[in-house]
């Protein structure tokens, strides 16, 4: 079982920036997958972006140019850095991580989500 806390979440200005951290409580080396999704009042949720074992990445249509995912295996966290932020990036994002455990079966964790409104 893999447990995961997004911290960095808050307020910020059209234009400005935020840090979103999630940390497991294992090492994020053997997992499959990890990712950021999002859900915004009234709509559903979606990819914002996700990194993958073989360091493939991919990125919501919406946020290319702009959020960028990492990780930091040593701290067993994954990053997602939000740049240029815009009023239609306020939602609840969540961390999302992906274990293999046979050739047909994948187990799904997810975070508690945190808070994030861009305003004026």
Known sequence: Q??????????AQ??????LSCAASRSIFSLYAMGWYRQA???QRELVAVIRSGASLEYGDSV?????ISTDNAKNT???????LKPE????YYCNAEQIVTMSQVLKYW???TQVTVSS
């Open 2 to 11: 893999v447990q995961l806390v997004e911290s960095g979440g808050g307020l």
């Open 14 to 19: 059209p234009g400005g920036s935020l840090r």
């Open 41 to 43: 009042p009234g709509k």
């Open 64 to 68: 290319k140019g702009r959020f960028t």
């Open 78 to 84: 994954v990053y997602l850095q939000m740049n240029n």
């Open 89 to 92: 990036d306020t939602a609840v």
């Open 111 to 113: 975070g508690q989500g």
